[in-house]
């Protein structure tokens, strides 16, 4: 938690508790004020922070792998294979390690956290009142936007004859017509079903 | 609400200014719970309880202050 937070925590409780046991300050200006400024405004406040450290907690690695469901994919960005797409994004910090799976599991468009989020309801739902199915699913095929959005301009990615052979390639994967994964170039991430016994990597060794 | 308002209408506002405050506190203590735990079910938590709650706290506040200037 944020030390921010915690001392706007601090605050408001202190303030809520004395104006519950001593209302009768309420009688005058200045405790209507405090009344206002306690009861209404740091809470309101706090309240907004809260939310706002709720949905970043969200964000992380270690906030996905509470749930079951998702351990074998946490464990493939482990394995020790320099072609496995999900791991050479995790291990060499392609991605930010501690919101691995957000980086690439958001839409990188207008309201892309929020429908990422609305989503993550609808797990909650399936998790402790639906059927979880032994398979999991994207909704929707893996869109190149969320890969572009780092790769695009980058070097390497630019450097690949592969992505620009004739000027209708770029086009297409811009579009979506032409998969980065789907049409073959790239071996679709997390397929967790055929890492059993594949090598791992720790962290902090070569 | 003032020094001479009638003793009846200052016991019942400073009433409800402690439940609103109670409410508030409530949610308040629901939110540092929640804050503390990294589980999906903690924000919901936060928001259907701790949130639900603080906010009928601040509304019943905001009630007291209407009904304090009648």
New interface residues.
């Given amino acids: 938690?944020q030390p921010e937070?915690i001392a706007l925590?601090v605050v408001?409780?202190a303030l809520?508790?004395f104006?519950?046991v001593r209302?009768?300050v309420?009688?005058?200006p200045g405790g209507?004020a405090l009344?206002f400024l306690?009861?209404?405004l740091l809470?309101?406040i706090?309240?907004f922070a809260?939310?706002e450290?709720?949905m970043e907690?969200?964000k992380?690695k270690?906030?996905c792998m509470?749930?079951h469901v998702m351990r074998d994919y946490g464990k493939s960005l482990m394995v020790d294979d320099n072609e496995y797409i999900p791991a050479v994004h995790y291990q060499n910090n392609y991605v930010p390690r501690e919101k691995a799976c957000f980086t690439c599991h958001t839409d990188y468009a207008m309201y892309g956290d929020l429908r990422a989020k609305l989503r993550?309801l609808r797990?909650?739902y399936v998790?402790?009142v639906g059927t979880v199915p032994d398979t999991i699913k994207l909704y929707t095929p893996f869109q190149n936007r969320e890969c572009l959005h780092c790769h695009g301009e980058s070097r390497k990615f630019l450097a690949n004859s592969g992505h620009h052979d004739d000027d209708t390639t770029m086009v297409a994967m811009q579009s979506g017509r032409l998969s980065c994964m789907a049409s073959g170039c790239h071996d679709v991430a997390h397929d967790v079903h055929e890492l059993k016994g594949a090598p791992m990597w720790s962290e902090g060794t070569k | 609400?003032?020094?001479f308002a009638p003793p009846h209408r200052?016991v019942v506002?400073?009433?409800r200014?402690?439940i609103?405050?109670?409410l508030?506190?409530v949610?308040?203590?629901i939110?540092?719970v929640?804050?503390?735990i990294?589980?999906?079910?903690?924000?919901?938590l936060?928001?259907g309880v701790?949130?639900l709650t603080?906010a009928v706290?601040?509304a019943w506040?905001?009630l007291a202050l209407l009904k304090a200037g009648e």
């Fill in positions: 938690m937070l925590l408001s409780l809520l508790l104006l519950a209302p009768s309420t009688r005058g209507r009344a306690g009861v209404f809470p309101g706090t309240l809260g939310f450290q709720h907690s969200s992380t270690q906030f509470t749930c993550g797990h909650l998790q402790y | 609400m003032s020094e200052q506002a400073e009433r200014i402690r609103a405050a109670s508030v506190l949610g308040m203590v939110e540092v929640s804050l503390n990294l589980h999906p079910l903690s924000f919901l936060f928001l701790g949130g603080a706290g601040i506040f905001l």
